[in-house]
């Protein structure tokens, strides 16, 4: 059974986890807070009209990004 038909048995969880970031967002999903895996963990996701249509993994990054060394001299050689 698909996570599609269990959002209307499972009422007592808080969100749905999904590990699909390819599966694309269909307006039955708006309304709904889905945690998508980013690779480490499930974020929250609450979907919004605006978002059908793209893929779900739009919304979770999976890199975060620190910024450049500041004082890099090893690349200066």
């Given at each position: 059974?698909?996570?599609?038909a269990?959002?209307?048995?499972?009422?007592?969880?808080?969100?749905?986890?999904v590990?699909s970031?390819?599966?694309?967002?269909?307006?039955?999903m708006i309304?709904?807070?889905?945690?998508?895996?980013?690779g480490k963990?499930?974020?929250?996701?609450?979907?919004?009209d605006r978002?059908v249509?793209h893929?779900?993994?739009?919304?979770?990054?999976?890199?975060?990004f620190?910024?450049?060394a500041?004082?890099d001299?090893?690349?200066?050689?």
């Amino acid at each position: 059974m698909g996570w599609a038909a269990r959002l209307g048995l499972t009422a007592r969880l808080k969100y749905e986890r999904v590990r699909s970031r390819a599966s694309t967002i269909i307006p039955t999903m708006i309304g709904h807070t889905i945690a998508i895996h980013n690779g480490k963990e499930h974020l929250p996701i609450y979907i919004t009209d605006r978002m059908v249509g793209h893929k779900l993994g739009e919304f979770a990054p999976t890199i975060n990004f620190c910024g450049h060394a500041k004082n890099d001299n090893k690349s200066r050689r």
